[in-house]
């Protein structure tokens, strides 16, 4: 086991942010440009969800596919950025920030693990400089095809990812941070946990 290397994991939606930064996405996009039959397309899985006949992750696939399916990956992106760039800092935590930026000063490894989606998060992560392991979203000929090419990185799915990248053995501390049931495996792999931390 190493002496010196240290790795920090974060959640991402309620943890480094105060609310689910893609349901405010789906706002930003529905006041600029996205159809509203799209969205009322995506009521009766709501409704299976809410009624817990589905899944969280089935529910997750099935309303993103309804509502950007076909999209052009440059579109998405350029949408990713503005969103991160003029929308998405008024619902960072401080706090947060300020974690990541000591866990990187004291030249710790940081990652976000985030159910939310890659081309969301990596404008965030690139401007601060942090790894992301995420829900990944299939682009097929330069067009969102609706799937996913990664299961869901939710629960346990945090677990697997990060052991598929990661000899945890080689680190001498590791640190987790999260606020909702869907993190309670990454927390438990941790030797620092920290579980609603920010405020």
């Not at 440009?33 to 995506?42: F, V």
């Not at 990596?122 to 000929?141: C, D, K, M, R």
């Not at 945090?158 to 052991?163: P, Q």
């Amino acid at each position: 086991m190493s002496g010196s290397r240290v790795i920090a994991f974060f959640d991402f939606d309620g943890t480094i942010t105060t609310k689910d930064i893609f349901g405010d996405f789906i706002r930003y996009r529905l006041k600029n440009g996205l159809s509203k039959n799209r969205i009322i397309q995506c009521l009766p899985v709501m409704l299976l969800y809410t009624c817990r006949l589905i899944t969280n992750s089935t529910a997750k696939k099935r309303v993103f596919s309804k509502l950007f399916k076909g999209t052009k990956e440059g579109d998405f992106k350029k949408w990713a950025d503005y969103y991160s760039s003029n929308i998405l800092p008024s619902y960072l935590r401080k706090s947060a920030i300020q974690q990541i930026e000591w866990h990187k000063a004291e030249g710790h490894e940081v990652f976000i693990v985030s159910a939310n989606f890659d081309l969301i998060l990596q404008p965030f992560a690139s401007l601060n400089e942090v790894g992301v392991i995420s829900t990944e979203l299939e682009i097929f000929n330069g067009l969102l095809t609706g799937n996913f090419a990664t299961p869901n990185c939710y629960g346990i799915e945090k677990v697997t990812r990060i052991k598929k990248l990661f000899d945890l053995e080689a680190y001498s501390s590791t640190y987790a941070y999260g606020d909702s049931n869907g993190d309670t495996d990454m927390l438990m792999l941790a030797t620092n946990k920290f579980y609603r931390y920010f405020t």
